[in-house]
């Protein structure tokens, strides 16, 4: 068999790399909309994925906001969750043995109330090595103390992101949020920094009124939108990141098929997350994994790192 | 590794959709699985089409399940599940207007249905569009005893498939707002004096959330077993959102305790709840849409 024979048997390869870490495809879930994996066991083995990213974690367990915390909108959804979540000790004790009996790469999201509180998980996190690597969140919309306050000022992440670092054992992708008028000024804040790689974006600040109770529909008033509406945005927004550093860059935002990924991927993204498609769908990304592999054959890619940056934006 | 995968997105059509009554259709749908996996108390989620409006499944209580006779063509039984709705909102509304043949996806059985207790009278306690999961728990306790179904609403529209538990054999009881159907008041009057007679009852509740806190005070100054079915706001079902969560018995500022409607319910023993936090969701239709 020679070589293109052998390529035609084996299937186009899907592998990427994001600062060291190797991952079999480039998708993988958007924290807070995968639970801590097992959720979605039920529904396809987890070793199918790129990697599995957890709901964020912070040092305590954190109670989140009251309901309603969701409200659907035009293709998309609203949500004010808050961060709810078990804290680091009872993911470790909980969470983790059913993580540990598959093979692909668990990447913890993390994020604090304060600046010690960062640095401390970072300190955690470095001691686990089932930890493949870490996604530090400064870019929640919807609690008050940490999250998006360090992901809005250049200063205040460049601060977060040296610190972790300086814990963190593992690779540290930052998580950036749109609400910014110009995300690369935050981009190139984290990268000198020290974050390894960039995911982006989370969810846009947005709001819904009951019109008939004249009440907004979330009881935190705003939430964050996600779904199919943010999606150009989104592409807008990788798009100019991956021009501004040269960190890998993670494109997430409104991914529903694999044709949506592949917007981001030639956009230059290394790897997708995938957020409200798992809520609408729970097979969404091995769907969307079966699609980049028959995008690659349909166009004769035999590696998804020829369509990474392809964009033509001349002639 | 391998692994037994336990659930899949069932891409499946419709066999039946009908209007009852104004307002309220019940769908049968095919649903290869359904009839051994799911449980009294159970719900599934469901979409109607594979586009972006609406975007969001709905979940809906499973109403009944069955199996539909092999046809004249030797092909086998084939297994359907039933739900009932309101018409609410945008999914509802498209819904309405599905035939048999039309194609729909669902996920389910989901979460936690009614735990079956050994007590000498069952007694079920159903608001309008809330009987819907009450029915299958109905079967299962009438092989048990004596079951009493006690069904309340605002007007007769409101009144469901109570034909359908007397042919199981179930005692029933109507009451409506405006008396239009059965007995004039609420259900909550007729669940006081039932208890007066059976204080060793057993109570199963499904409805609007004032009925459900009426119905907790009366069956916990009587000392009476509680369990209820919630509806909550979700996205996905399956415990990953957390937009459907209630405050557990146990919750405090400091130690919350925030329970999973769709995972850890929808039915939950009334004392697994912090009841005064309990929130209302806007409208019950059977699913947690709503209005456009």
Not at chain 2, 51 to 67: A, D, H, N, S
Not at chain 2, 88 to 104: A, N, P, R, Y
Not at chain 2, 142 to 166: N, P, Q, S, Y
Not at chain 2, 249 to 268: D, I, M, R, S, W
């Amino acid at each position: 068999m020679n070589r293109a024979q052998q390529t035609r048997a084996a299937g186009p390869s899907l592998a990427v790399e994001i600062a060291g870490l190797h991952l079999k495809n480039p998708v993988m879930p958007a924290s807070g909309t995968f639970g801590y994996g097992e959720e979605y066991a039920p529904f396809f083995n987890l070793d199918e994925l790129g990697a599995i990213i957890t709901k964020g974690l912070s040092l305590r367990p954190k109670a989140g906001n009251p309901t309603p915390r969701i409200a659907e909108t035009t293709s998309g959804m609203l949500n004010a969750i808050g961060l709810q979540n078990v804290g680091i000790d009872a993911f470790m004790r909980d969470k983790m043995p059913f993580l540990r009996q598959f093979h692909t790469p668990v990447i913890v999201n993390f994020f604090g109330n304060t600046l010690d509180e960062y640095g401390e998980m970072a300190r955690r996190l470095a001691d686990l090595p089932e930890v493949a690597a870490a996604e530090l969140n400064i870019s929640c919309p919807n609690v008050k103390a940490g999250g998006i306050v360090f992901g809005t000022d250049p200063g205040a992440a460049a601060e977060v992101v040296a610190l972790v670092r300086r814990h963190l054992r593992q690779p540290l992708i930052v998580k950036l949020t749109p609400n910014v008028t110009d995300i690369t000024v935050m981009a190139r804040a984290v990268e000198e920094a020290g974050a390894d790689a960039i995911s982006c974006i989370n969810t846009l600040t947005g709001m819904a009124v009951d019109i008939r109770t004249r009440r907004p529909r979330l009881a935190n008033l705003t939430g964050g939108l996600s779904g199919p509406a943010i999606r150009p945005l989104a592409v807008r927004m990788v798009y100019q990141v991956v021009r501004t550093v040269k960190v890998p860059v993670i494109g997430v935002g409104g991914i529903m098929r694999a044709e949506d990924a592949l917007e981001f991927l030639i956009a230059g993204a290394r790897a997708v997350q995938v957020g409200t498609a798992n809520f609408v769908d729970p097979g969404a990304m091995p769907a969307i994994i079966a699609g980049l592999e028959k995008y690659c054959r349909e166009q004769g890619v035999t590696d998804i790192n020829q369509v990474i940056g392809s964009l033509k934006t001349e002639g | 590794m391998e692994q037994d995968l336990l659930m899949t997105n069932l891409k499946t059509t419709i066999l039946s959709n009908q209007e009852v009554a104004p307002g309220y259709f019940r769908m049968r749908i095919l649903a290869p699985g359904f009839v051994t996996s799911a449980r009294p108390g159970q719900f599934l989620m469901l979409r109607v089409l594979d586009g972006m409006e609406p975007l969001l499944r709905r979940p809906f209580g499973i109403f009944r399940t069955g199996w539909l006779p092999a046809d004249c063509q030797g092909l086998p039984p084939k297994e359907y599940v039933e739900i009932l709705y309101k018409v609410v909102g945008s999914g509802t509304t498209l819904m309405k207007d599905l035939h048999q043949g039309d194609g729909v996806e669902i996920l389910g059985p989901l979460g936690k249905g009614f735990e079956l207790l050994d007590a000498p009278e069952q007694i079920l306690v159903g608001g309008g569009i809330g009987l819907v999961p009450l029915f299958m728990l109905a079967a299962q306790l009438v092989k048990r005893g004596r079951v009493r179904l006690l069904m309340g609403g605002r007007c007769r529209d409101d009144i469901l498939a109570v034909t359908e538990f007397e042919r199981l054999g179930v005692e029933t009881y109507v009451s409506t707002d405006d008396g239009s159907l059965g007995e004039a008041g609420l259900v909550t009057e007729v669940l006081v004096r039932q208890l007066e007679r059976l204080p060793q009852a057993a109570v199963y509740a499904c409805g609007p959330t004032a009925m459900l806190r009426a119905v907790h005070g009366i069956c916990a100054a009587r000392d009476v077993p509680l369990q209820v079915s919630l509806e909550a706001y979700m996205a996905c079902g399956v415990g990953a959102c957390l937009g459907c969560v209630v405050a557990g018995a146990e919750h405090t500022e400091q130690n919350p305790q925030y329970l999973c409607t769709c995972k850890e319910g929808p039915v939950f023993r009334a004392g697994q709840l912090l009841w005064h936090k309990l929130e209302e969701p806007r409208d019950v239709c059977g699913c947690n849409e709503e209005e456009p």
